[in-house]
């Protein structure tokens, strides 16, 4: 074996690359081990390194459900909160993937004046503070009666996920061929089943890649959330913002939320590294 091959270990990697990748890992991880015992803990204080009291040692000398018991219970309302996300998120993915494809495919395909200064204004969601967008919003739904309900919380999750979804999808419209559907429709297809049978699998994966990222944004959006809905309809992020709010600390509720409001995320990232390939994000479909 010569000196460069004992440089690398089995998977291809050199020790600074293990030990740059290592020291990553535990930067990321870090702040969430505090999250992770606190979760756990019943009597943790200052400055003592670990709780002095355990949940799992506590939970059989009270009455009350405390720490998980009380974060699983119908009093922490987490499972309505989850429900809430839940369908918000599906409905505020399918509708937006809905108004973001059109969109997409003239951007990417086609030229005309001032397209520019669309895709400029696609993007003012991103750059207007979103407390300016809540306010205004929030005016407009009182008067249209949407306030406090679920088809105003969705409507209102459109306006920072649209911008994310055209983007995604108009970069795949741009790397993908037209020859395909040129040669459908010199065989006859009309444009819907061209768009159907050639056009959508081939845009499919960017079109999950959307979909994912658009989930994930409507899933952790809370300003909108709280001032559309009003306090009438709670997800993950509110519900997370009531318990930080009402103690100003770190109990174990708060963190056993906390850590179950990441998992979407977590989940999401599993599945696009599983199904969706790298190159999905920056080259669409290339046959």
């Given amino acids: 074996m010569t000196i460069r091959e004992r440089r690398f270990s089995r998977d291809g990697l050199t020790p600074f690359q293990r030990f740059y990748l290592i020291f990553f890992a535990l930067t990321v991880l870090s702040p969430l081990i505090p999250m992770i015992i606190a979760s756990f803990a019943f009597r943790w204080f200052w400055p003592d390194l670990l709780p002095s009291e355990w949940w799992a040692s506590a939970r059989h000398t009270l009455t009350q459900p405390i720490g998980w018991d009380y974060v699983f219970s119908p009093y922490s309302r987490l499972f309505t909160a989850i429900r809430n996300?839940?369908?918000?998120?599906?409905?505020?993915?399918?509708?937006?993937?809905a108004i973001s494809l059109p969109a997409a495919r003239v951007l990417a395909r086609e030229k005309f004046r001032a397209k520019g200064l669309v895709e400029f204004f696609l993007l003012t969601p991103l750059i207007v503070p979103e407390v300016a967008i809540g306010l205004g919003v929030l005016l407009i739904f009182i008067q249209l009666g949407l306030a406090?309900?679920?088809?105003g919380i969705v409507l209102a999750h459109?306006?920072?996920?649209?911008?994310?979804?055209?983007?995604?999808?108009?970069?795949?419209f741009q790397n993908l061929s037209t020859d395909y559907e040129e040669q459908a429709m010199v065989l006859g297809a009309n444009p819907l089943k061209t768009f159907w049978h050639i056009t959508l699998p081939m845009?499919?994966?960017g079109i999950m890649?959307?979909?994912?990222f658009v989930f994930l944004v409507s899933s952790n959006v809370f300003l909108?959330?709280?001032?559309?809905?009003?306090?009438?309809v709670e997800t993950l992020p509110t519900l997370l913002f009531t318990k930080v709010s009402s103690g100003g600390v770190l109990d174990p509720v708060t963190a056993g939320i906390t850590l179950i409001t990441m998992l979407p995320g977590i989940i999401l990232l599993l599945i696009t590294e599983r199904f969706i390939r790298e190159e999905v994000f920056a080259k669409g479909f290339s046959g």
């Fill in 158 to 172: 459109l306006i920072p996920t649209v911008p994310y979804a055209i983007r995604v999808l108009t970069s795949v």
């Fill in 209 to 212: 890649a959307g979909g994912l």
């Fill in 148 to 151: 406090g309900s679920f088809v």
């Fill in 224 to 232: 909108l959330t709280f001032f559309v809905g009003r306090g009438q």
């Fill in 85 to 97: 996300t839940l369908v918000i998120g599906f409905s505020v993915t399918l509708l937006c993937l």
């Fill in 203 to 205: 845009i499919f994966p």
